[in-house]
């Protein structure tokens, strides 16, 4: 009971130091979606939702021997006590809390009370692209909300450092030259071995097209980032699907897509895919952006944002047949106001169901 009483403590004190925290300290940074802050000695990293409406908060005192704390904010009100939330990581079963007990509720913050769960989805969450969020809300219905872990890794590897926890002796006081050239050293041969990494995974045709691409650094800047947001999927005896990530912006990460075909090892080229814009109407493009692979169905799906809110921009699905990838279902909504979110935008063209040839359909919006 003492130490449940202590730590629940604890969670006071962070909770009330987080109110606002990223908004006004001065040593707040921004790791592309997260921002992290830290006031006396309490830090946080913090992102929104798709919706905008929710924020995920990764937290830590200043005790040497505190834990990381994740928590929720915003969903006051819409949780009882028979709803289950479910954690994903790209799209896997990460983590399930039956009961909103164990969601501990301090100052608007819904911290992971349970330690099993919070031990099984922590580590995922640094490697991790994407993490859902899914419950039933008071009232019955559904609700999934939908967080980008991009830049999250970086950010707690700043709050480590600002804690003076990130693992090394020169860490824990000051680091001296010495200490500085040795923490330097390390990390250029911890990126080169990335950048070697990343390329090795790759068939050495794709390696040298993607390589070549000038729009697509990200495998040099950004290793780390890239090895972790590389997709590969079988397709079938012979195609390998590859999804590499080219550059990343504020909201959206842009793909390049290959098809690999072993018979073909050098035959070689981006694939293209349908865009829509009420400017341009339909044309072609080499990209995909925000995609995902579900490799049991074999469909891609993409995700372009207008903006970082979420209610403006595409959403496509192609899938993966005999004949190549084919365009399901394409939404878009071009107007940034506030009154569509993904699910709601209309659908402006689906292929009939049935599969026959020719028999794909456009939406009136």
Request: aromatic share 10%.
């Amino acid at each position: 009971m003492r130490g449940s009483t202590l730590t629940t403590t604890v969670l006071i004190f962070i909770a009330a130091a987080m109110t606002s925290q990223v908004a006004r300290a001065k040593s707040a940074q921004v790791f592309k979606v997260w921002q992290a802050a830290c006031d006396h000695g309490v830090c946080a990293a913090e992102t929104k939702s798709l919706s905008g409406q929710t924020l995920l908060r990764i937290s830590r005192s200043a005790s040497s021997a505190a834990p990381w704390h994740v928590s929720l904010h915003g969903l006051e009100g819409q949780l009882d006590r028979d709803t289950q939330i479910s954690f994903w990581l790209n799209g896997t079963p990460a983590a399930r809390l039956e009961s909103p007990a164990a969601l501990r509720l301090i100052a608007g913050n819904h911290f992971v009370a349970d330690e099993n769960a919070l031990a099984a989805l922590f580590p995922g969450l640094r490697a991790g692209r994407r993490l859902a969020v899914t419950y039933t809300r008071a009232r019955g219905a559904r609700q999934s909300l939908s967080f980008s872990l991009n830049g999250l890794s970086s950010a707690l590897a700043w709050i480590s450092a600002q804690q003076r926890r990130s693992g090394s002796k020169e860490a824990v006081g000051a680091p001296g030259a010495r200490g500085r050239k040795l923490a330097q050293e390390s990390t250029v041969q911890a990126r080169q071995k990335k950048i070697a990494d990343a390329k090795s995974a790759l068939p050495e045709a794709i390696a040298k097209t993607h390589g070549r691409d000038a729009e697509c650094d990200l495998r040099e800047q950004q290793p780390d980032l890239f090895a972790k947001s590389m997709v590969r999927g079988k397709l079938d005896a012979d195609k390998v699907l590859f999804m590499l990530p080219c550059f990343v912006g504020a909201y959206n990460m842009i793909f390049r897509i290959y098809v690999y075909d072993a018979r073909y090892p050098n035959d070689v080229r981006p694939e293209y895919f349908a865009s829509y814009s009420d400017q341009r109407g339909w044309f072609g493009k080499a990209n995909l952006i925000n995609a995902d692979y579900d490799p049991e169905s074999k469909t891609i799906t993409a995700r372009e944002l207008g903006r970082g809110l979420g209610d403006c921009g595409s959403l496509l699905r192609y899938r993966w047949t005999a004949d190549g990838l084919r365009l399901i279902t394409y939404r878009y909504w071009a107007k940034c106001d506030g009154t569509h979110m993904p699910k709601d935008w209309p659908v402006i063209y689906e292929y009939e169901k049935d599969g026959r040839p020719g028999a794909g359909r456009r939406s009136r919006r």
